[in-house]
């Protein structure tokens, strides 16, 4: 039987999900709690490997066992008390043997927060970028509509990356401001998939057209440069957080 996860975790402490061997890592921890639970060695295969600092509401991954011993609908619970309090569990479905959460997924689903005011939030520090300095959020607004759609993304790709392709296509993206907190600015961007740290990279180049750098209608022609130096910074990794990893026929 092959189970799916839902994960949530703050990834403040780790250095990504992907097991390391001098660091301590999501996958890790998960993989510790389940063998200790299943009474068994037990390993998992992720939709996403999230970076050191980086944060999930969603991450997915599947493990299999023959007896699953406790109910599946009790699992999350019952997993999550094996857990540290920075992991979660929150959904857990059955699925079939040939089921990858990383190739059979539909889309993915990130955000990325700009704390914008003159001095920090303490209790944002770990999941936003501060920036001290006034964004013009309408410019942002205008420029994150032209990474929509299906294209090639070289431009935003951090050197390093092992894909085969740089094409990608993106769904949705969006700017916008929370009515609580309106000093957070949230990029919130849906794709069938993304190249290394691009993320955070068209999270850079949003900040860029926010500060007045990059005008707002030279999105397109980045893009079509491919050349990663026409782009913004990569953003550090605190802001980002993988929300959703969505699938056409397994939605727990």
Request: net charge positive; with cysteine.
């Amino acid at each position: 039987m092959q189970t799916l996860l839902t994960i949530s975790y703050d990834g403040t402490a780790y250095a990504g999900w992907q097991r390391q061997q001098n660091a301590i890592a999501v996958q890790q921890k998960l993989e510790e709690a389940l063998s200790t639970l299943m009474n068994q060695p037990i390993t998992t295969k992720a939709a996403s490997r999230t970076d050191a600092g980086v944060h999930a509401l969603g991450q997915r991954a599947v493990f299999s066992v023959e007896n699953l011993l406790i109910p599946l609908g009790k699992l999350p619970q019952v997993l999550s008390g094996y857990l540290p309090p920075d992991i979660s569990i929150t959904a857990a479905t059955a699925v079939p043997a040939s089921f990858n959460p990383r190739f059979d997924a539909a889309y993915k689903t990130y955000t990325y927060n700009f704390y914008n005011a003159p001095t920090p939030n303490p209790l944002l520090r770990r999941y936003s970028a501060f920036i001290p300095r006034p964004l013009n959020t309408t410019a942002m607004q205008k420029a994150a509509k032209s990474f929509i759609g299906k294209h090639d993304f070289a431009a935003f790709q951090a050197t390093g990356s092992s894909a085969k392709t740089t094409t990608r296509e993106i769904y949705a993206c969006a700017i916008s401001k929370h009515q609580s907190q309106p000093n957070l600015i949230t990029l919130t961007i849906t794709g069938n998939a993304f190249l290394y740290n691009m993320v955070r990279i068209i999270a850079g180049t949003l900040l860029y057209v926010g500060l007045n750098k990059i005008p707002a209608d030279t999105i397109p022609a980045i893009i079509q440069s491919r050349n990663r130096t026409k782009a913004g910074k990569t953003m550090p990794p605190e802001g980002l957080t993988l929300v959703e990893v969505g699938y056409t026929n397994y939605m727990p």
